[in-house]
T-cell receptor
Framework: KAGVTQTPRYLIKTRGQQVTLSCSPISGHRSVSWYQQTPGQGLQFLFEYFSETQRNKGNFPGRFSGRQFSNSRSEMNVSTLELGDSALYLC???????????FGSGTRLTVV | QKEVEQNSGPLSVPEGAIASLNCTYSDRGSQSFFWYRQYSGKSPELIMFIYSNGDKEDGRFTAQLNKASQYVSLLIRDSQPSDSATYLCAVRENNNDMRFGAGTRLTVKP
């Protein structure tokens, strides 16, 4: 059974640019969540999608957005990148709300 | 402000000892509790979950939950150097949000 797949693994972007990250959940998992991880802040919740609908959203500015497609694949977009957006972005999927997450390997974004 | 708190460590134990990792949470309506292990440079992986008060054992790992005290712990028996990692406590809150603690860094010394 394939795990959670995130692409790309690494990205270097310039301030002001925008970026799109992709996540394919485990087959059969309809819930996809995104987290930002930095050394100082730990894992910070961005948003959760279920059946193409955003179910919850964390405390991030509107520059961070996401969506989920009918095949449960998800993308997140960050516009007008800032230096502070440099982080590991983790996607996680789960079968139901009572289950734990399975995380992807993450996308490491560096903004210069 | 809902919180999940862990001692950031580092927690250092000798090989073969018991490592005890602790976590407290603020949302009294929390339903499920998870422990993740994260090796340096890797993503978190689920190692244990617990829903009911009491202990749950899986191999060398035991999760303990006390909902009245809003406290969950993870014990690692016969600690091995390969257990050296950051351990993240996660809580599924009453609104189904999954909130993570900042993690405890564990070092097991040979």
């Amino acid at each position: 059974k394939a795990g959670v797949t995130q692409t790309p693994r690494y990205l270097i972007k310039t301030r002001g640019q925008q970026v799109t990250l992709s996540c394919s959940p485990i087959s059969g998992h309809r819930s996809v969540s995104w987290y930002q991880q930095t050394p100082g802040q730990g894992l910070q919740f961005l948003f959760e999608y279920f059946s193409e609908t955003q179910r919850n959203k964390g405390n991030f500015p509107g520059r961070f957005s996401g969506r989920q497609f009918s095949n449960s694949r998800s993308e997140m977009n960050v516009s007008t990148l800032e230096l502070g957006d440099s982080a590991l972005y983790l996607c996680a999927s789960r079968q139901g709300q009572g289950n734990g997450y399975t995380f992807g390997s993450g996308t490491r974004l560096t903004v210069v | 402000q809902k919180e999940v708190e862990q001692n950031s460590g580092p927690l250092s134990v000798p090989e073969g000892a018991i490592a005890s990792l602790n976590c407290t949470y603020s949302d009294r309506g929390s339903q499920s509790f998870f422990w993740y292990r994260q090796y340096s440079g890797k993503s978190p992986e689920l190692i244990m979950f617990i829903y009911s008060n009491g202990d749950k054992e899986d191999g060398r790992f035991t999760a303990q939950l006390n909902k009245a005290s809003q406290y969950v712990s993870l014990l690692i028996r016969d600690s091995q150097p390969s257990d050296s990692a950051t351990y993240l406590c996660a809580v599924r809150e009453n609104n189904n949000d999954m909130r993570f603690g900042a993690g405890t860094r564990l070092t097991v010394k040979p």
